[in-house]
């Protein structure tokens, strides 16, 4: 069985670019969650994923935007990428019940 | 508005002592908790959890208690060794909107097991 999965490990981009995240779930899951966490604190609530349809939202500008594909992997993409960006990008994925599992994450750097 | 806080950034215990991790909630909606474990560099690892309507659950050398009326919740690790070294997130899952749960965290203590 192979856990959460996410690419790429970092990346840097520029103020005002845009960025695309990778997600791959557990085998199994099919249900995709994604958080920040910036420095210093907990890992914040962006959306999930249920089925391909968006299924909640944390408070986040609609610059954040995902999509879950059919095998139920899923991708964040951030717009327009403000300093502030700069965090730690989590991606969770679980099943029938409540346990999220989550990936390594994605270091992202806005200069 | 932090709904679930750990006022402890970081704790200290000498290897095979106990280890106790706090946290306290405002939110009556939370109807579970959760335990995570992250090492640098890591994704957050699941450690354990506790449905709202239990007061205790264990697993090994992990005991998670909660206490809903003072809205509190703790883990205690039993005997603490090294390489449980790491930061600790408690978590609270809240029902949302359509049908989802959102997981709101802790700042997380950095739990340090000296040898």
């Known amino acids: 069985e192979t856990g959460v999965t996410q690419s790429p490990t970092h990346l840097i981009k520029t103020r005002g670019q845009q960025v695309t995240l990778r997600c791959s779930s557990q085998s199994g899951h099919n249900t995709v969650s994604w958080y920040q966490q910036a420095l210093g604190q907990g890992p914040q609530f962006i959306f999930q994923?249920?089925?391909?349809?968006?299924?909640g939202r944390g408070n986040f500008p609609p610059r954040f935007s995902g999509l879950q594909f059919p095998n139920y992997s899923s991708e964040l993409n951030v717009n327009a990428l403000e300093l502030d960006d700069s965090a730690l990008y989590l991606c969770?994925?679980?099943?029938?019940?409540?346990?999220?599992?989550f990936g390594p994450g994605t270091r992202l750097t806005v200069l | 508005d932090q709904q679930v806080k750990q006022n402890s950034p970081s704790l200290s215990v000498q290897e095979g002592r106990i280890s106790i991790l706090n946290c306290d909630y405002t939110n009556s909606m939370f109807d579970y908790f959760l335990w995570y474990k992250k090492y640098p560099a890591e994704g957050p690892t699941f450690l354990i959890s506790?449905?709202?309507?239990?007061d205790k659950n264990e697993d090994g050398r992990f005991t998670v208690f909660l206490n809903k009326s003072a809205k509190h919740l703790s883990l205690h690790i039993v005997p603490s060794q090294p390489g449980d070294s790491a930061v600790y997130f408690c978590?609270?899952?809240?029902?949302?909107?359509?049908?989802?749960?959102?997981?709101?965290f802790g700042k997380g203590t950095k739990l340090t097991v000296n040898p």
């Open positions: 506790i449905s709202s309507i239990k």
């Open positions: 978590a609270a899952s809240l029902p949302f909107q359509g049908g989802s749960e959102k997981l709101v």
């Open positions: 994923y249920y089925r391909e349809e968006e299924n």
């Open positions: 969770a994925s679980s099943g029938a019940v409540d346990t999220q599992y």
